[in-house]
């Protein structure tokens, strides 16, 4: 079992940045999942963000704008949000599952999710 809780997100105004945590605890070992953040706003699907295991993974969107990366020793994963669009408005999910894959139905763990809103 993996508990994930989010934190960091907010309002910001566009052209701004939001680093989004999410914190893991659990017997499981952190270290041997994938995770991976997904993001749904109002009336739309849940869409893969950006993933990470050995390597990492982004939506054509938000590549080279978000970057996420994890610290194994903290059992905790990170999204660096740069250069924020009101089109990235959304809550924002924590994920940990075996691979990094864009669908939702291959994550087994799931956080509670983040308001993540760029003003313009």
């Known amino acids: 079992q993996v508990q994930l809780v989010e934190s960091g997100g907010g309002l910001v105004q566009a052209g701004g940045s939001l680093r989004l945590s999410c914190a893991a605890s659990?017997?499981?070992?952190?270290?041997?999942?994938?995770m991976a953040w997904f993001r749904q706003a109002p009336g739309k699907e849940r869409d893969f963000v950006a993933g990470i295991k050995w390597s990492t993974y982004y939506t054509d969107s938000v590549n080279g704008r978000f970057t996420i990366s994890r610290d194994n020793a903290k059992n905790t994963v990170y999204l660096q949000m740069n250069s924020l669009k009101p089109e990235d408005t959304a809550v924002y999910y924590c994920?940990?599952?075996?691979?990094?894959?864009?669908?939702?139905?291959?994550?087994?763990?799931w956080g509670q999710g983040i308001q993540v809103t760029v003003s313009s």
């Open positions: 994920a940990a599952g075996n691979f990094v894959q864009t669908t939702s139905d291959a994550y087994d763990y």
């Open positions: 659990g017997r499981s070992t952190f270290r041997s999942y994938a």
